[in-house]
């Protein structure tokens, strides 16, 4: 292949200024300016272990934010209820002062072995609660996903 020559309509006023701006001095800048902007997309897990599926209602997770986070999947897992089903209830503090539950979800002993929620977004704080039929706590692993969206 022959050698690259640039032809005079090349250089426009537009491409000198992004020229200059790729001087060594500004790619610092210009990185930190790329990853404040892919940071937005970062998200994470929340993953643990708590007692609860009494008739008691024990919160599962809270989660506090004044951002918005895309809350992809929450799954719990419920095969250590042996005595009776589950309410699930999600709660968002919704006016950013006072927590409003906005779904309740059953879960029966006979329904497969756990609870999956997908597809919802907060800006404020959010929980999760459980209240079960056990006469004592029993571990009830859980797995939120989410993405922080600003």
Known sequence: MGEFVPHKEDYTPARAEYIDELAPANIPADVDAIKAETDKLKGGEYT???SA???AKTLIKEITTTSRIEIKSIWLDLTNLVTAGATIE???????INYK??????????????????GFTINNDFKISITGGEAAGVNIPYNIIYKEME
């Open 48 to 50: 643990a272990t708590v």
């Open 53 to 55: 599926g009494t008739a």
């Open 101 to 118: 539950v906005f779904e309740i979800d059953s879960w029966a002993l006979t329904d497969d072995d756990g609870v999956l929620i997908t």
């Open 90 to 96: 999600l709660e968002h503090k919704i006016d950013g």
